[in-house]
C-alpha cells in the first residue's frame, strides 16, 4: 500500500516538475517576445519623433514660401 503512495507521490512531483519546466520554458519566451516588442517601440518613437522634426521643418519651410509669394504679391499691387 505504502509503495503506491510513493508512486502516486513521485508521479504527482515528475508532473510538477514537468510543468515547472515548461512554465519556465513560456516565461523564456514572453521575455524573447518582450524584448523584440520592447525595440519595436524604441524604433516607433524615434522614426515618429523624426516624423514630428521633418514636419515642424516642414511647416516653416511652407511659412516661409507664403511669406516670399505675399511679398511678391505685394509687389506686383504696388506696380500695377
Known amino acids: 500500500m505504502s509503495f503506491e503512495v510513493f508512486e502516486k507521490l513521485e508521479s504527482k512531483v515528475q508532473q510538477a516538475i514537468d510543468t515547472i ?17 520592447s525595440q519595436d517601440v524604441q524604433n516607433a518613437t524615434t522614426s515618429r519623433e523624426a516624423l514630428i522634426r521633418e514636419n515642424e521643418q516642414l511647416k516653416q519651410e511652407q511659412s516661409a514660401w507664403q511669406e516670399r509669394l505675399r511679398t511678391l504679391l505685394g509687389k506686383m499691387e504696388d506696380v500695377q
Not at 519546466?21 to 516588442?37: D, S
Open 21 to 37: 519546466t515548461l512554465l519556465q520554458m513560456e516565461i523564456e519566451e514572453l521575455k524573447e517576445q518582450n524584448t523584440v516588442l
